[in-house]
């Protein structure tokens, strides 16, 4: 019996070869595809993830900004009625050092002078951060400075001095008042310049 053969005739096993490179091909490009969406969820999770970062990062900012105002307003209200109080004890001080009984004046003087007339600045002391390295120094050192003016103010310092000596005395603390008056003003710059935000109304330093 002959064997015939066609020329035309199906290759059945290249066919089949050929059928398994096109599914290969189809699987590769579905993986391939599919790792192309992977990585632009990924890339758009990524930008995602920093558009709430930045959100927050804003959001921070605006209450700590808010809150930095709102303390500002309390803080200048220490601070205005502070430097009237000193105002008003610095004029009768320098109206009384001419008498000749120097030691009442020294009696007076620590009965007038507010033993805690800051609680608001030592509170927030250590949380200024949000004023900046400036305005925060600025606002410290009218701590400092009370605390270094208020300490020598007692009586029983005076018990042994001399009238003389005595009336150096006094005339020193209100030199040092004065000092602190400036001090004082100085705050209040910054404190209204953080408060006119939202009080532009705030009364001005009138001593």
Same mark, same amino acid.
């Given at each position: ?11 059945? @096993? ?9 599914? @290969? ?57 502070? @430097? ?47 004023? @900046? ?75």
């Amino acid at each position: 019996m002959a064997i015939e053969f066609c020329p035309l005739a199906a290759d059945w @096993g290249n066919w089949a070869d050929w059928a398994t490179v096109v599914v @290969g091909g189809l699987a590769a490009g579905g993986t391939l595809w599919a790792v192309i969406v992977a990585m632009k969820s990924s890339r758009t999770a990524i930008d995602e993830a920093r558009r709430m970062r930045d959100e927050d990062r804003e959001q921070r900012a605006r209450v700590a900004h808010d809150r930095a105002v709102a303390m500002a307003i309390v803080l200048d209200h220490e601070l205005f009625m502070l @430097g009237s109080e000193i105002n008003r004890i610095v004029q009768e001080l320098d109206d009384q050092i001419g008498d000749t009984n120097r030691r009442a004046i020294a009696v007076w003087l620590q009965r007038e002078v507010p033993a805690d007339p800051l609680p608001m600045l030592s509170r927030f002391a250590m949380d200024m951060d949000h004023y @900046g390295k400036e305005d925060a120094s600025e606002l410290l050192s009218i701590l400092s400075s009370w605390h270094t003016l208020r300490d020598p103010i007692d009586e029983k310092r005076y018990e042994h001095w001399e009238d003389r000596q005595l009336e150096e005395d006094l005339m020193s603390i209100s030199r040092a008042f004065r000092v602190f008056l400036q001090k004082l003003k100085d705050g209040r710059i910054v404190t209204i310049t953080w408060a006119s935000e939202v009080r532009p109304d705030l009364p001005p330093t009138d001593w």
